[in-house]
């Protein structure tokens, strides 16, 4: 048995024409080039991402070594003062409903 395929391009046969094959590999290499240059334009976004980190980075004032000692010793010093005051509020209320009874 013979087969026969129509001369038309609209109908399809039993296997793609050598036209359709074009198509589908054009199809396929364009979709890899289209990965490839998606991986690199991630790639590049990434690169200009960390630049501009760097930049802002150099832009930032950093406090000296005596300003951060002397704010750290007021953090904790205020901690620390609150801190007793909650405990003694703590102290004193548990002294004035130990009365109630």
């Known amino acids: 048995m013979v087969e026969r395929r129509s001369p038309k391009p609209d ?11 074009r198509k589908i590999k054009q199809r396929k290499w364009k979709m890899s080039a289209d ?3 998606q991986n690199n334009d991630f790639k590049q976004a990434m690169i200009t991402y960390f630049k501009g980190v ?3 980075w150099s832009k930032v004032s950093w406090p000296t070594r005596k300003q951060v000692i ?22 004193i209320f548990k002294a004035l409903l130990g009365l109630i009874k």
């Open 11 to 21: 109908v399809e046969g039993s296997s793609p024409s050598g036209r359709e094959f």
């Open 54 to 56: 760097k930049a802002e």
């Open 35 to 37: 990965k490839n240059n």
């Open 70 to 91: 002397v704010e750290t010793g007021i953090v904790l010093a205020v901690v620390i003062f609150f801190t007793l005051v909650v405990y003694f509020m703590d102290i």
